[in-house]
């Protein structure tokens, strides 16, 4: 009876294990496709010279449209007031590009993702935000 119980319990240790295991793997990859995501919208940023008057809204919203990044905007306000606050624009698709100036001809873009987490069994969904920072950019005019 005694080997009965304790192979019992080393199934659920095991299985434990297993679903800890596959939860950090899917949180590092959601993690990962995140922050590639991220660097791809600082690249559209950095190449295009991003002027608020140029189509490069449209670009990095087909940018994100194109990935499986799925900020759902709409459940998670608080990102957009945010974004709003630091003066800065909010893609429909969840990213915030916030404009910095150095000087009046130097600018530089700070971006921010989020990533979302769902834990649905424990009714929690923490939004981590992701950002970075586009190099100065020396604006033509």
Same mark, same amino acid.
């Given at each position: 009876?005694?080997?009965?119980?304790?192979?019992? $319990?080393?199934?659920?240790?095991?299985?434990?294990?297993?679903?800890?295991?596959?939860?950090?793997?899917?949180?590092?990859?959601?993690?990962?496709?995140?922050?590639?995501?991220?660097?791809?919208?600082?690249?559209?940023?950095?190449?295009?010279?991003?002027?608020?008057?140029?189509?490069?809204?449209?670009?990095?919203?087909?940018?994100?449209?194109?990935?499986?990044?799925?900020?759902?905007?709409?459940?998670?306000?608080?990102?957009?007031?945010?974004?709003?606050?630091?003066?800065?624009?909010?893609?429909?698709?969840?990213?915030?590009?916030?404009?910095?100036?150095?000087?009046?001809?130097?600018?530089?873009?700070?971006?921010?993702?989020?990533?979302?987490?769902? $834990?649905? $069994? $424990?009714?929690?969904?923490?939004?981590?935000?992701?950002?970075?920072?586009?190099?100065?950019?020396?604006?033509?005019?």
């Amino acid at each position: 009876m005694r080997d009965a119980f304790g192979s019992t $319990f080393m199934f659920k240790l095991i299985i434990i294990f297993i679903v800890a295991f596959v939860s950090f793997m899917t949180i590092a990859a959601s993690y990962a496709r995140v922050f590639r995501v991220k660097n791809g919208v600082i690249d559209i940023l950095e190449q295009m010279q991003y002027d608020s008057s140029s189509d490069s809204e449209d670009d990095i919203n087909n940018y994100l449209s194109n990935f499986s990044y799925n900020y759902p905007a709409s459940q998670y306000p608080s990102a957009k007031s945010n974004c709003d606050s630091k003066s800065g624009f909010y893609s429909e698709n969840g990213a915030c590009i916030i404009r910095n100036e150095v000087s009046s001809n130097e600018v530089y873009y700070k971006v921010i993702l989020y990533l979302v987490i769902d $834990f649905p $069994f $424990f009714n929690y969904n923490p939004v981590i935000p992701i950002s970075g920072e586009t190099e100065v950019i020396v604006l033509p005019y």
